[in-house]
């Protein structure tokens, strides 16, 4: 059972930073997203990574503004987030499965593991 444990989540205004992060034993093999979800709106995918960081993908509206890296022997992953805006306000989720390919994920929500969520509030 992998435990996914997220934290960097606050409040910040128009235009500041964050960065999130994921960590949890073993995640060498595993593909890892976020996701996000505000309220009355339904969880989007934001950004995944492979497992060994091969490949990445971001949702169009992120797209220049958050980078997503990983640091296999700390078993972390990151979400950098520039630029924030306050439609990027909603609980960011990391999510992980098993998939020891280096160049496969996806932000489709097809995720086994999810962490409890850290909140991000953005303020104009």
């Known amino acids: 059972q992998l435990q996914l444990v997220e934290s960097g989540g606050g409040l910040v205004q128009l235009g500041g930073s964050l960065t999130l992060s994921c960590a949890a034993s073993?995640?060498?093999?595993?593909?890892i997203a976020w996701f996000r979800q505000a309220p009355g709106k339904e969880r989007e995918g934001v950004s995944c990574?492979?497992?060994?960081?091969?490949?990445?993908k971001y949702e169009d509206s992120v797209k220049g503004r958050f980078t997503i890296s990983r640091d296999n022997a700390k078993n972390t992953v990151f979400l950098q987030m520039n630029g924030l805006k306050p439609a990027d306000t909603g609980v960011y989720y990391c999510t992980a499965d098993w998939n020891p390919s280096p160049s496969i994920c996806t932000i489709l929500p097809r995720y086994r593991y999810r962490g409890q969520g850290t909140q991000v509030t953005v303020s104009s």
């Open positions: 073993g995640l060498d093999n595993y593909a």
């Open positions: 990574i492979s497992s060994w960081g091969k490949n990445t």
